[in-house]
Nanobody, 125 residues
Framework: VQLQACGGGLVQTGGSLRLSCAAS????????MGWFRQAPGKEREFVSL????????WLADPVKGRFTISRDNAKNTVYLQMKLLKPEDTAVYYC???????????????????WGKGTLVTVSS
């Protein structure tokens, strides 16, 4: 599975960005998709997860109410809409995928098999 994320950039506090991740090499509608991030000097952390058909979604507490994950199976793409961005959201954002059902991934600590290169999001204060 190949994953290509894009959409990162520099934004001011309170602004918005939408990240996209295109997947190939697997039937996209049978991939659980996720977003993670790694801030400078910190460990990678889970952001959001979406099931094959988008019916089940998980969001990390720090982003609830501000971030929305969605997917378009016809376009083999998953999105992360980020609003009300804060400086603490600054990080490299990674797209991830797994062929297991989302409940299995979520129940296993969001451990995912396939990873793309990250896209940098910088939120200025």
């Amino acid at each position: 599975v190949q994953l290509q994320a894009c959409g990162g950039g520099l934004v001011q506090t309170g602004g918005s960005l939408r990240l996209s991740c295109a997947a190939s090499g697997h039937t996209f509608s049978r991939l659980t998709m996720g977003w993670f991030r790694q801030a400078p000097g910190k460990e990678r952390e889970f952001v959001s997860l979406i099931s094959w058909r988008g019916s089940n979604i998980w969001l990390a507490d720090p982003v609830k109410g501000r971030f929305t994950i969605s997917r378009d199976n016809a376009k083999n793409t998953v999105y992360l809409q980020m609003k009300l961005l804060k400086p603490e959201d600054t990080a490299v954002y990674y797209c991830a995928a797994d062929s297991r059902p989302s409940l299995d991934v979520a129940g296993n600590g969001y451990d995912m098999n396939y990873w793309g290169k990250g896209t940098l999001v910088t939120v200025s204060s």
